[in-house]
Each structure stands twice: as C-alpha cells, then as structure tokens.
C-alpha cells in the first residue's frame, strides 16, 4: 500500500461464510484479497467453515434457528 491509500476497516456480512460451496468461494478470495492489499478486513457470520487467515478476522454471530416458510 502506498502513502496515497487509505487503510480501511471493512466489514463484510454473511449469513455463511463457507469457501468450499460454489459462489461462497468468491467471499473467501475477496476477504483475502482485501487483507493482501493491507486493509482490516472483519468476517460476520451465522456459519463458519474457515479458519481466519493471519490477516483478517472472523466473527462468529449467533443466531436462532427457525424454519424459512
């Protein structure tokens, strides 16, 4: 990052965060690219499969369970 960027503190909201299931894989790449990039990236989430990287966090949220319909 150079002296012109800002560092950011994004914080991304899911219901789950599971890479291995096909377009959640997109969130996994794009929470790593942003912490490559230097910014302070914070995963919010219900579901959890991934262990946080050394350069982002996740956070485990809590939630009741009840049916959709």
């Not at 560092?7 to 490559?36: C, D, H, M, N, W």
């Amino acid at each position: 990052m150079n002296q012109t960027q800002q560092r950011l503190t994004i914080a991304i909201v899911l219901e789950r965060f599971l890479p291995s299931t096909g377009g959640q894989s997109y969130f996994s790449g794009l929470v790593k690219e942003l912490a490559k990039r230097g910014h302070d990236v914070h995963v919010f989430a219900t579901e959890i499969e991934e262990t946080p990287g050394p350069y982002y966090t996740i956070h485990l949220i809590p939630a009741l369970r009840h049916p959709r319909s």
